[in-house]
């Protein structure tokens, strides 16, 4: 078992930046993904950033340039720094860690809200 508890989330103007936290506890294996996921009321839950335990990274495109996803494997930790935030950002931000290949497997947090006001 996994328990994922993610912190950071709030309200920010448009063109502004926050700082998601994740931290991991529980029997973690290596290697391993950790990653973000959003989902927006009405619409279906969408990656935004994952990263291996050996650093390897992969991005939605609507964040790229944006949003940076970095780790730190002695807290089994991950964080996303998101800048220049836009309203259409606004969702419920869910960490997730998974140590199989499929993207989507695994646990999952509970969530922080990400609200970017216009």
């Known amino acids: 078992q996994v328990q994922l508890v993610e912190s950071g989330g709030g309200l920010v103007q448009a063109g502004g930046s926050l700082v998601l936290s994740c931290a991991a506890s529980g029997t973690i294996f290596s290697p391993n993904t950790m990653g973000w996921y959003r989902q927006a009321p009405g619409k279906q839950r969408e990656l935004v950033a994952t990263m291996t335990s050996g650093s390897t990274t992969n991005y939605a495109d609507s964040v790229k340039g944006r949003f940076t996803i970095s780790r730190d494997n002695s807290k089994s930790t991950v964080y996303l720094r998101m800048n220049s935030l836009k309203p259409e950002d606004t969702a419920r931000y869910h960490c997730?860690?998974?140590?199989?290949?499929?993207?989507?497997?695994?646990?999952w947090g509970q969530g922080t809200q990400v609200t970017v006001s216009s």
């Open positions: 997730n860690y998974r140590n199989s290949p499929v993207p989507g497997a695994g646990y």
